[in-house]
């Protein structure tokens, strides 16, 4: 059995591995802030250095997937060794070029990383896999939430690079994680034979997908509507930690109901949860401070919410190891896809690009969940409710 895997004194490496390998993002502003002042980084190519990462990060986690590289030996030793290497060298980094080269480095490890210890997590699970997600997204946002104003306080004392520097023990934590992980990922080399995955499951591994693309367009672009409206600094800094705090409440009770019968269709949920990632649009509004700061708990709620339970689900749909693999890839994927979609919408309409936009991608995400609801309906309702149709 899967669920038996590894020793019980190493069951907490692969969950550190995870939180560690999807951090970066969520304290990506502080880090590009320090990155400027270290390394002389300009502010206008900060986008490029984030969708550097992040696109190394995807292709990571899809390499990990494809190739079955959790599976392997050493593959995770490696990919924490050389996200921990970009990391060292980071602070020192001369030219955009070289940074670039040195987070697409480390986006690269940290994507593997993540992809397989999650899709190892969510394997021990099992049925629970929602569980596994939102402790994940739980402890994620509390360890952000806590680095985030401490690193400019180190940067007081030490500058910016030893900040930087302080940063090293990420990838050096996920190194040791890795070490705890090696033995779940080589007992799933002995796994049962690999069985199809159900529609089900790839329709929800699909809806997990346009939920992050959707939440990454609308997130991309709030502060900037933010600051168009005359939004101050501190404000928008305050409405971030309070959606963020909001975000760790809703992972904490979406992980408690893990593994119960949900009473509200699935497609409901997921329409309802898009209602609340597209509030910024509507919600911001010149000197409406309140509309802001009510807009990003309600994104962080909505989103939290259906990717935790998207990805739990999608994960127990599966059958066998690799697809739980590609849920966990599915984030990477998401948050390289997101941003660059939501770029092009603005240049090709910079009115309503990004909402019409962000509008499709909720209305296929809640379509890809409202497959997976019918699939997974008993299977004594679906042909009553096709002989019905058929009778009138």
């Not at 990391?87 to 070029?97: E, F, K, N, Q, S």
């Not at 999650?118 to 997204?137: D, F, N, P, T």
Request: glycine share 12%; proline share 5%.
């Amino acid at each position: 059995m899967v669920s038996s895997i590894g020793s019980k004194d190493r069951q907490w490496a692969a969950p550190l591995a995870a939180v560690l390998g999807c951090l970066q993002p969520a304290i990506d502003p502080v880090f590009l802030a320090l990155a400027s002042s270290a390394t002389g980084l300009r502010a206008q190519d900060h986008g490029w250095v984030v969708g550097a990462t992040q696109a190394a990060a995807a292709l990571g986690a899809v390499l990990v997937w494809w190739l079955g590289l959790d599976r392997r030996a050493g593959a995770g030793r490696f990919a924490a060794s050389l996200a921990l290497m970009a990391a060292l060298l980071t602070p020192l980094a001369d030219g955009l070029v070289w940074l670039l080269c040195l987070r697409a480095a480390y986006g690269l490890g940290m994507g593997a990383i993540y992809a397989s210890a999650m899709g190892a997590y969510a394997a021990r699970l099992e049925q629970h896999a929602a569980k596994a997600y939102g402790v994940v997204m739980l402890a994620q946002l509390l360890l952000a939430s806590a680095i985030s104003p401490v690193l400019p306080i180190v940067a007081d004392d030490l500058g910016a690079d030893g900040a930087l520097w302080c940063l090293v023990l990420v990838p050096a934590l996920a190194l040791l994680a890795a070490e705890g992980v090696a033995p779940c990922s080589a007992a799933l080399r002995h796994e049962a034979v690999r069985q199809p995955t159900p529609i089900a499951g790839w329709a929800l591994a699909l809806g997990t997908f346009w939920f992050i693309c959707a939440t990454m367009m609308v997130w991309s672009l709030s502060g900037g509507l933010a600051m168009a409206a005359g939004l101050g600094h501190d404000l928008i800094g305050r409405a971030v930690s309070l959606g963020s705090l909001a975000g760790a409440a809703t992972a904490w009770v979406v992980m408690r109901r893990s593994g119960r019968r949900e009473v509200v269709p699935l497609a409901l949920q997921g329409l309802l949860a898009g209602m609340a990632v597209l509030s910024p649009m509507w919600l911001i509004r010149p000197d409406g401070g309140a509309g802001f700061v009510g807009s990003m708990v309600l994104l962080n709620i909505g989103s939290t919410a259906m990717i935790i339970l998207c990805s739990g689900l999608a994960s127990a749909a599966g059958r066998d190891s690799r697809f739980r693999v590609l849920v966990a890839a599915t984030h990477n994927l998401g948050m390289t896809a997101g941003p660059a979609l939501g770029s092009a919408l603005v240049w090709a309409d910079p009115q309503s690009g990004v909402l019409t936009g962000a509008a499709l991608a909720i209305g296929l995400a809640v379509l890809a969940v409202g497959m997976a609801g019918w699939q997974q309906r008993p299977p004594a309702i679906r042909p009553y409710v096709i002989w019905r149709i058929g009778a009138r």
